[in-house]
């Protein structure tokens, strides 16, 4: 089981940058493919990045493509969202999910297919 908790929201103006970050607790990290999603009262949680096990492969909602970045980080155990050329749209509340794989290079977008998720961190853009 893994407990993750984010962190980095916040207030943006548009065309800024924010970066993400989920922190897991637990010593198999390693073992889940981690991703992010998003929430505003308007829409259901959608997909936003993903990134395997292995950390060698990434996939991103086309919204985001070549503005957002997902990363992570065995040693401390934590996945990042960079965030830039950010828009009134990307306000929403972002959460980081993990599901756990023995592929380690499977690429998961589906939200159903995450057991794990956090508390969420709120993202505001400005215009």
């Known amino acids: 089981q893994v407990q993750l908790a984010e962190s980095g929201g916040g207030l943006v103006q548009a065309g800024g940058s924010l970066r993400l970050s989920c922190a897991a607790s637990?010593?198999?990290?390693?073992?889940?493919?981690m991703g992010w999603f998003r929430q505003t009262p308007r829409k259901e949680r959608e997909f936003v990045a993903t990134i395997t096990r292995s950390g060698g492969l990434t996939y991103y909602a086309d919204s985001v493509k070549g503005r957002f970045t997902i990363s992570r980080d065995i040693s401390n155990d934590t996945v990042y969202l960079q965030m830039s050329s950010l828009t009134p749209e990307d306000t929403a509340v972002y959460y980081c999910?993990?599901?756990?794989?023995?592929?380690?290079?499977?690429?998961?977008?589906?939200?159903?297919?995450?057991?794990?998720w956090g508390q969420g961190t709120q993202v505001t853009v400005s215009s």
């Open positions: 999910a993990a599901a756990r794989t023995l592929n380690s290079d499977l690429i998961i977008t589906r939200n159903s297919n995450y057991a794990y």
């Open positions: 637990g010593r198999t990290f390693s073992t889940y493919c």
